[in-house]
């Protein structure tokens, strides 16, 4: 059964002590075989993280709540008698820190919730470049190189989607998240401590990722599996809606900046390589209209502009 794989929890305290290389093999392991892995002792302050998540969950139910339920209304979504299959059940806010922040500009943020979630921000634009340092560490890239790379001319791309999944009375009828691979460079997720609901696709199985207090999940882009030349992959991921409980999500995204060129490493690129190589804001432009589409097609429309504009004709919405 599945329960018995055990999915990858770091202890990121270790990488200071004796079992340093048992810690960075477990790492390497994650993002070849799972491309996830959930962190702990990563140094963010477990106040902080509290205070984000009272704070996230009073947002919730003080400004998001009612529109998440008037948007159920408008699309006939109260019953679920039947599957739905455009739509996901979630209530979500993007804020953006890089290259500008537009902190200031969203409405109905109390002036603690914004000093937390700067803070937060900062502090996990922080850890995304730790960890960028350990993968470059695990693929023999020089120390910088991945934050080299997403920095660009104007500075990598960073932002945090907040989201709330609340109790769905059908399940079965509809995601909270339909499956996808995330598009950018590495992903760090602070999840719900208690209510369950991502998973990841491995070996064609669905494999929880299990609610852990004070952890940070890990996941890979489609970026990163690009710079290795698939050495490491992004992983298909979806959240599932539960009967009971909100599910509160903070996803924040550390991709290159918009003109930078992504192309394998060359010290990873072979003969064989099949990636291609273009401009990340082309790859997104593509993204926003087949996110929840397998990635290889993308990879191979990267590879001409006619087929970029075969699999998304309206290429142009701003996503993560
Ligand atoms: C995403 C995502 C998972 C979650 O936003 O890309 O996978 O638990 N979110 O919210
Ligand atoms: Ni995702």
Partial sequence: MEQTIKFPVVNLSKLNGEERDQTMALINDA??????????????????MDNVEKMTKEHYKKSM?????DMLRSKGLEKLET????VDWESTFYLRHLPQSNLYDIP??????????????????????????????????EKGYLKKVFHGTKGPTFGTKVSNYPPCPGPEMIKGLRAHTDAGGIILLFQDD?????????????????????????????Q??????????????????????????????????????????????SKET??????????????????????????EAMKNATAVTELNPAASVETF
């Fill in 31 to 48: 993002c070849e075989n799972w491309g996830f892995f959930e962190i702990v002792n990563h140094g963010l302050p477990h106040d902080l």
């Fill in 108 to 141: 109905d943020m109390s002036d603690e919730y914004r000093t937390a979630m700067k803070d937060f921000g900062k502090r996990l634009e922080n850890l995304a470049e730790d960890l960028l340092d350990l993968l470059c560490e695990n693929l023999g890239l």
């Fill in 224 to 269: 990163l599996e690009v710079i290795t030349n698939g050495k490491y992959k992004s992983v298909m991921h979806r959240v599932v809606t539960q009967k009971e409980g909100n599910r509160m999500s903070i996803a924040s995204f550390y991709n290159p900046g918009s003109d930078v060129e992504i192309s394998p490493a060359s010290s990873l690129a």
């Fill in 83 to 86: 599957e739905v299959e455009d």
């Fill in 65 to 69: 709540e009612q529109k998440f339920n």
């Fill in 274 to 299: 099949e990636y291609p190589s273009f401009v990340f804001d082309d790859y997104m432009k593509l993204y926003a209209g087949v996110k929840f589409q397998p990635k290889e097609p993308r990879f």
């Fill in 194 to 222: 208690k209510v369950s609901g991502l998973q990841l696709l491995k070996d064609g199985d669905w494999i929880d990722v299990p609610p852990l207090n004070h952890s940070i999940v890990i996941n890979l882009g489609d």
